[in-house]
């Protein structure tokens, strides 16, 4: 029978980090080529920094997969981290920044959960779609001030914080938590 363990331990830890590892290939043999693929090709029509914000909520998914797991306080945060730093470590086109996105947008996916462990075991579409929210606001902001997106026209910036958001609550929430049905429909799991 598969277990979620609500409490940390080396099976907890191990699953994290698997997490991470395989989320942060995914980002970057997966999500970044598409994302660089699109963005080369809208380059021509002014819209090419959209791209930015409709691949947001892919960059998202390995905190609310960390929290299903181990459904406790902290696991979106290192799970997203982790999946920041394999990223970065494998040869993502973002650096060192990777990191730092990574701590933001798995501290703000928690915001669904947190301060309840209850919320963390039950896994809700409502704690994940709140979770997704705050994850978006957590990636758009950050890089709205980084990467001078307030220096576009008023029109593209809030097609950007829309798409951005519409992003993280179809990627980070709907489909997270579609695959996570499918895993409590499969494995039936049992928390302790």
Known sequence: MFTRSSKWNVKSIILIA??????????????????????????????????????AGLWLMAAPLAMYFVPTSGSGTIGETLAAVVEMAIGGQWGAITVISGIVQGATNEIGFFPKKERYQKFSWTSVLIGAFFAGLGSFVPTYFLYGWNKYSMTLQITMFITNMISALVFDGVLVKLITNLFDKALKPKII
Do not use: E, Q, R
Not at 24 to 52: I, S
């Open 18 to 55: 698997l997490i991470g590892i395989i989320m942060g290939v995914v980002y970057t043999y997966g999500f970044n080529w598409a994302y660089n693929l699109v963005k080369m090709a809208l380059l021509p029509t002014g819209f090419a920094p959209v791209t930015d914000t409709v691949f």
